[in-house]
T-cell receptor, first 113, second 113 residues
Framework: DTGVSQDPRHKITKRGQNVTFRCDPI?????LYWYRQTLGQGPEFLTY????????KSRLLSDRFSAERPKGSFSTLEIQRTEQGDSAMYLC???????????FGEGSWLTVV | KNEVEQSPQNLTAQEGEFITINCSYS?????LHWLQQHPGGGIVSLFM???GKKKHGRLIATINIQEKHSSLHITASHPRDSAVYIC???????????????FGKGTHLIIQP
C-alpha cells in the first residue's frame, strides 16, 4: 500500500494552456475526492467519485475543469485554458465507503504565469 | 453551510510546552477530523472523532458535540511538531455527500528548540 499518489507534484504553465493532474488512490478505496487549496486557506471541495460515477461537483468547478475516473481506479483532473486564478494546490483524497478515514495525497501544485 | 473557525491562526511556542488548538463549527456534524499538513502540502489524518476523547502518543483530541467545539492538544511539544494543523468537519451540508468535509483555515504551529 503506497498511499494516495499524485502526479505531477509541481506544474508551471502559461496562461491559456491546458494541464492535467493524475491521482492514484489507495487500491481498495472506492471513494475519491478532489480539493483545491490556496495559500493560507483550508482545502475546498471540488468533486468526488464513488467508483467511476462522479456524484457531485462544486460550483468552484467551472466548465474549464473536468474530472474523470474511467475505471473506478485512478482519476484525472483537467483544467483547460488556465487562468492565473487557477494557481493553487490540487489535493486528491480517497476512502473506503462512507464513514471511514480519508487519506490524502501530497498534492499537485499549479502555478499559472 | 458549515463554518469552521480555528484559533489561534498562528502559534509559536518553546519546545516542551503544552499546546492547545481550538476548533468551533456552526452546524451538526457526524465526525470531526484533525489533520496535519507539512510544508510541501501532504496532509496526514491525525484523528477522526465523533464524541469524547482520543489519544495517540503525545496528541490528544477532544470534542464537545453540544458546544460544537473540539480541541487538539500536544504534550511535551517538539520542533518536529511544527506544521499546520487543520480541523475538518464532516456533514452532509459540505460538498462530498455524507462524507463531505468543510475545512478550517488551519493553525500554523512553530515549536522552537
Amino acid at each position: 500500500d503506497t498511499g494516495v499518489s499524485q502526479d505531477p507534484r509541481h506544474k508551471i504553465t502559461k496562461r491559456g494552456q491546458n494541464v492535467t493532474f493524475r491521482c492514484d488512490p489507495i487500491s481498495e478505496h472506492n471513494r475519491l475526492y478532489w480539493y483545491r487549496q490556496t495559500l493560507g486557506q483550508g482545502p475546498e471541495f471540488l468533486t468526488y467519485f464513488q467508483n467511476e460515477a462522479q456524484l457531485e461537483k462544486s460550483r468552484l468547478l467551472s466548465d474549464r475543469f473536468s474530472a474523470e475516473r474511467p475505471k473506478g481506479s485512478f482519476s484525472t483532473l483537467e483544467i483547460q485554458r488556465t487562468e492565473q486564478g487557477d494557481s493553487a494546490m490540487y489535493l486528491c483524497a480517497s476512502s473506503w465507503t462512507a464513514g471511514n478515514t480519508i487519506y490524502f495525497g501530497e498534492g499537485s501544485w499549479l502555478t499559472v504565469v | 453551510k458549515n463554518e469552521v473557525e480555528q484559533s489561534p491562526q498562528n502559534l509559536t511556542a518553546q519546545e516542551g510546552e503544552f499546546i492547545t488548538i481550538n476548533c468551533s463549527y456552526s452546524v451538526g456534524i457526524s465526525a470531526l477530523h484533525w489533520l496535519q499538513q507539512h510544508p510541501g502540502g501532504g496532509i496526514v489524518s491525525l484523528f477522526m472523532l465523533s464524541s469524547g476523547k482520543k489519544k495517540h502518543g503525545r496528541l490528544i483530541a477532544t470534542i464537545n458535540i453540544q458546544e460544537k467545539h473540539s480541541s487538539l492538544h500536544i504534550t511535551a511539544s517538539h520542533p518536529r511538531d511544527s506544521a499546520v494543523y487543520i480541523c475538518a468537519v464532516r456533514s452532509p451540508s459540505s460538498g462530498g455527500g455524507a462524507d463531505g468535509l468543510t475545512f478550517g483555515k488551519g493553525t500554523h504551529l512553530i515549536i522552537q528548540p
